[in-house]
């Protein structure tokens, strides 16, 4: 486990890791269906039945930010640990996962992007979410095997978590304060979701002609700034390295908040 090595490395508890990743996985699916019921209620989800067929597609990203995240915090309320540190140790994880979710997106059909004429265009079969999109739109006749070609946004988005991880590790032994690599995944993500959700045909118009991914893309950036800003008025140190001092023969390591 990526979060498990980097953690083991800068002395925090590994198994608190795979308890945490536990956690996380449970609130962020919770969250990220919670949060497509909660966008979709009346079209796509329109029973209570439909809120469980998970299988049939259906979760959102920032929803399992926003429930990840809760459970996150409530897993260091139960089980206290350093906070940055630990922020700093999960977040490139976070980017292996967006790309390997974006790819499960692209075997599902889900968050399409809008048609194009591009050599690398995709169609996808009958009955998946752009068919039937393509269908309800007339641009394709419903006796079509495939729907029309579109921009393979869940391949743009897969490889734009590969790009972070390789940005968030080259800069993870550089960082000059704990908390720095998660400030630079919430500065740098939003700017690259924001700009792909203009490919995806998936989602309407939410808010100021922005989708509702952009305006939640925005709120992070601004967050990610903030924080950002704020690790910058802190004094330079990292945990790891106070976490090493017994070893030196200093008497006590210092925590990290």
């Known amino acids: 486990n990526l979060a498990a090595w980097r953690a083991r490395r800068e002395g925090l508890d590994p198994e608190q890791v795979y308890d945490l990743a536990l956690w ?51 897993y260091r309320w139960l089980r206290p640990f350093p906070l940055r540190p630990m922020l700093d140790a999960v977040a490139p994880s976070i980017t292996l996962g967006i790309a390997l979710g974006r790819l499960g997106c692209f075997l599902n059909g889900c968050c399409y992007g809008d048609r194009c ?13 752009p068919w039937y999109d393509h269908v309800r739109h007339g641009l394709i006749p419903e006796s079509a095997a495939y729907s029309d070609w579109v921009h393979p946004t869940q391949l743009y988005s897969a490889i734009d978590g590969l790009v972070l991880l390789l940005l968030l590790s080259a800069y993870y032994p550089l960082r000059r304060r ?66 090493r001092e017994p070893a030196k023969g200093s008497t006590i390591a210092a925590g990290v908040a």
Do not use: H, N
């Open 117 to 129: 004429g591009l050599p690398w265009a995709v169609r996808f079969p009958r009955l998946s979410p």
């Open 178 to 243: 704990d908390g720095e690599v998660m400030a630079l995944l919430m500065v740098t993500y939003p700017i690259t979701r924001f700009l792909i959700e203009y490919l995806r045909s998936d989602e309407g118009v939410f808010f100021a002609g922005m989708t509702i991914s952009q305006v939640i893309s925005v709120a992070m950036f601004l967050c990610g700034l903030v924080y950002w800003v704020w690790l910058l008025r802190l004094p330079p140190g990292r945990y790891a390295d106070t976490a």
């Open 24 to 74: 996380v996985f449970i609130g962020g699916l919770l969250g990220a269906r919670g949060f497509y019921v909660w966008q979709y209620w009346g079209t796509r989800i329109k029973s209570l039945l439909d809120v469980f067929e998970i299988w049939e597609g259906g979760i959102v990203f920032y929803g399992s930010v926003l429930g990840g995240t809760a459970a996150f915090f409530l």
